[in-house]
């Protein structure tokens, strides 16, 4: 047990990411949280919100506009801030009055979704930094944002995948019939099409023909330079979620599934974050043996792909064969009040409090240079 006493917590919100307005109400359930039991007294938490435009300001005004979105237009509360690279500084840079001043931090919680907040780049900020930070390293956030490398990476630890293959813009641009070829060939319609690197559903399309799969790599190639494919999977939607450092692997544990209802087809941003259609069943609706099963295979996945503190694993029960094939690992997944993560935790006797002091601990405990 790291002493907690006056932690200084430098907590990252918004982000220049398709998920930014998500990333703003996960972040004000982390403030809410880290003010209650256990948390309560033991962390001293400067908010640092990223506007879409990337501008970083320090916030300082209430939480319900964190959670809105309004508080960009609360100037009163907002000062421009930086994080210093400098490792003898390990210090936030807040502009005061026209003067920069150091603000010195002991952890950051990057409270933040999708590019630049989940895919390793804040991360390497951190490490330039040497500041310790909740979740995946670098590497791990990477690899999980990068569908593509993340399916290879399945694929060679034996994490059952459904079947996939990918192209570049670059591939399209030269042949694009090439390329429809080459999926046709190795994908049966329905298909699925992903941009590599995205997230929350954008850019993703069902095809079910030569033309809708020509219409949904451009869809796909609006959000990223890579395009994935993959063979539909008619089933259950269910997630796990995991915590803890893979240097001390008994202490990585995976939570039983819940599973997803979602409201349209598949499972889409506004589902998932506005229109409220969209249903969490904890547990999931599977037998006893298909519930360890998958908790089973959540822990694998996330040891496979190097995951570090906490992420979210997520799963195809294949209807009819029962097959359980890992659709992909989110390394911060959302924490609304209706976001699964921290719904499965609770199931295991975590409040939301418990488990962002956990997450944090993790961090503070996690060993340098392992991963
Ligand atoms: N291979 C697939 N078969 C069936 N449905 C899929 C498949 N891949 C994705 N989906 C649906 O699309 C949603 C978003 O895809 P996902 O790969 O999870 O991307 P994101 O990173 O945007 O969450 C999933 O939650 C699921 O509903
Ligand atoms: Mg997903």
């Avoid at 593509?148 to 019939?177: I, K, Q, S, Y």
């Avoid at 009819?320 to 499965?344: D, H, Q, W």
Wanted: aromatic residues 8%.
């Amino acid at each position: 047990m790291v002493e907690n006493k006056s932690i200084r917590l430098a907590l990252f919100f918004g982000g220049v990411s398709s998920e930014h307005e998500v990333s703003c109400v996960s972040a004000a359930a982390w403030l809410r949280a880290l003010g209650q039991s256990p948390c309560a007294g033991r962390y001293d938490v400067t908010a640092v919100g990223i506007t879409k435009e990337g501008r970083w300001l320090r916030y300082t005004g209430p939480t319900d506009r964190v959670a809105d979105g309004s508080w960009q237009a609360d100037t009163a509360h907002c000062a421009p801030c930086l994080l210093s690279p400098d490792r003898t500084a390990r210090a936030l840079l807040v502009q005061e009055d026209g003067v920069w001043k150091e603000q010195p931090v002991d952890a950051a919680v990057p409270v933040l979704h999708g590019k630049n907040g989940e895919d390793g780049t804040i991360q390497g900020l951190f490490e330039l930094a040497g500041l310790p930070y909740v979740g995946c390293g670098v590497l791990a956030s990477a690899v999980c944002m990068d569908k593509a490398v993340a399916n290879t990476l399945m694929d060679a630890a034996g994490v059952p995948h459904c079947a996939w293959c990918f192209a570049l813009r670059a591939d399209v641009e030269a042949d694009a019939d090439k390329v429809l070829d080459m999926v046709e060939a190795k994908l049966p319609y329905p298909i699925f099409v992903k941009p590599a690197n995205a997230g929350s559903s954008v850019g993703i399309s069902k095809a079910r023909d030569r033309a809708e799969l020509r219409k949904a790599v451009d869809v796909a190639l609006a959000e990223d330079d890579k395009v994935v494919f993959e063979e539909f999977i008619e089933g259950q939607e269910v997630e796990c979620a995991a915590i803890g450092n893979p240097d001390d692997p008994d202490t990585v544990f995976a939570t039983h599934p819940g599973e997803i209802l979602a409201g349209a087809e598949f499972y889409t941003y506004d589902d998932k974050y506005k229109n409220g259609v969209s249903q969490v069943l904890i547990p999931a609706r599977l037998d006893a043996a298909k519930l360890d099963e998958v908790q089973a295979l959540a822990r694998r996945a996330y040891l496979a792909l190097g995951c570090a503190g906490l992420s979210r694993c997520d799963f195809f029960v294949q209807k009819g064969t029962g097959r359980v094939l890992c659709n992909e690992l989110n390394t911060f997944p959302g924490f609304t009040a209706i976001s699964m993560y921290p719904k499965l935790m609770e199931q295991e006797g975590l409040s939301f409090s418990a488990l962002a002091d956990r997450l944090i601990q993790l961090a503070l405990t996690k060993r340098k240079g392992a991963y």
